[in-house]
């Protein structure tokens, strides 16, 4: 079993900055891509940021520019740093992280979610 636990939401002004972190740990193999999803009152869920094992990234269009994603290996996180951020961007956010428990076998987790919201 893989237990996700989040951490690093809250109020923030617009215009303000906050760091969002993912520790992974339990029977883990190695970890292929870890991500952040984020889901407003009547939205579906959307993914906002990515990285793979090798490091590539991918980002939402909204947030390219304000957010950068990143992960350390050794340690089994990743992190969100979000700057600029803007009334929009407030939502639960999720950590997800695809975990190969053994060689081969591929399972997907998601933390519990983290409030994030932007206000002034």
């Known amino acids: 079993q893989v237990q996700l636990v989040e951490s690093g939401g809250g109020l923030v002004q617009p215009g303000g900055s906050l760091r969002l972190s993912c520790a992974a740990s339990g029977t883990i193999f190695s970890i292929n891509s870890m991500g952040w999803y984020r889901q407003a009152p009547g939205k579906q869920r959307e993914l906002v940021a990515a990285?793979?094992?090798?490091?590539?990234?991918n980002y939402m269009d909204s947030v390219k520019g304000r957010f950068t994603i990143s992960r350390n290996n050794a340690e089994n996180t990743v992190n969100l740093q979000m700057n600029s951020l803007k009334p929009e961007d407030t939502a639960v956010y999720y950590c997800n992280v695809a975990v190969e428990v053994v060689p081969r076998i591929t399972r997907s987790y998601w933390g519990q979610g983290t409030q994030v919201t932007v206000s002034s």
């Open positions: 990285i793979r094992s090798g490091g590539s990234t």
